[in-house]
T-cell receptor, first 112, second 114 residues
Framework: SQQGEEDPQALSIQEGENATMNCSYKTSINNLQWYRQNSGRGLVHLIL?????REKHSGRLRVTLDTSKKSSSLLITASRAADTASYFC????????????FGKGTRLHILP | ETGVTQSPTHLIKTRGQQVTLRCSSQSGHNTVSWYQQALGQGPQFIFQYYREEENGRGNFPPRFSGLQFPNYSSELNVNALELDDSALYLCAGSLQGVSGYTIYFGEGSWLTVV
């Protein structure tokens, strides 16, 4: 079973607008990561936030983490057509395996 | 450029056949993980290898097996292929032992079972 669940499953916005995606997870984590996947291709690591961090920025990306609610959000500001992709959150379990568990993803479509 | 290369990129197999997928990871990636991603779904963890030994396994039957070699390359073998095995198979390299390490994915191998 998948650890994280992204919300919404699909999102269409106009170019230039901000896009917000949410992720909820079930168990304690070491860190949470966000990945992007263009259609049918490999995943690209976007940003990692540790369990003791609350917010992190990278360029147009802003990630928040609320461990009390077991949730995270990814904000993409000033969206561009090239941001069209699927976005996945992934959690690292607090065990020796350090397996990365992915959610089902949010499919983001930027309209011109 | 992630430093992780997978082959082949696409292949078609017949139900019941066996398949081997290969992954080459850059030096320093002592951990390799394999994922299966069905169309429209998130990647599902198959197993992980650390220093050539299996180091965790997801909910996949024994006909999914793997190897990791000293040169940081890896194989995923699937026996007795079933139609539901059709998916994108992703290999990921990482350096274990570092808190919050980054995982680097290859572009994947598309497997179609007919």
């Amino acid at each position: 079973s998948q650890q994280g669940e992204e919300d919404p499953q699909a999102l269409s916005i106009q170019e230039g607008e901000n896009a917000t995606m949410n992720c909820s997870y079930k168990t304690s984590i070491n860190n949470l990561q966000w990945y992007r996947q263009n259609s049918g291709r490999g995943l690209v690591h976007l940003i990692l936030i540790r369990s003791n961090e609350r917010e992190k920025h990278s360029g147009r990306l802003r990630v928040t983490l609320d461990t009390s609610k077991k949730s995270s959000s990814l904000l993409i500001t000033a969206s561009r057509a090239a941001d069209t992709a699927s976005y996945f959150c992934a959690t690292v379990w607090m065990n020796r395996d350090d397996k990365i568990i992915f959610g089902k993803g949010t499919r983001l479509h930027i309209l011109p | 450029e992630t430093g992780v290369t997978q082959s082949p990129t696409h292949l078609i197999k017949t139900r019941g056949q066996q398949v081997t997928l290969r992954c080459s990871s850059q030096s320093g990636h002592n951990t390799v993980s394999w994922y299966q991603q069905a169309l429209g779904q998130g990647p599902q963890f198959i197993f992980q290898y650390y220093r050539e030994e299996e180091n965790g396994r997801g909910n996949f039957p024994p006909r999914f097996s793997g190897l990791q070699f000293p040169n940081y390359s890896s194989e995923l073998n699937v026996n007795a292929l079933e139609l539901d095995d059709s998916a994108l198979y992703l290999c990921a390299g990482s350096l274990q032992g570092v808190s919050g390490y980054t995982i680097y994915f290859g572009e994947g191998s598309w497997l179609t079972v007919v």
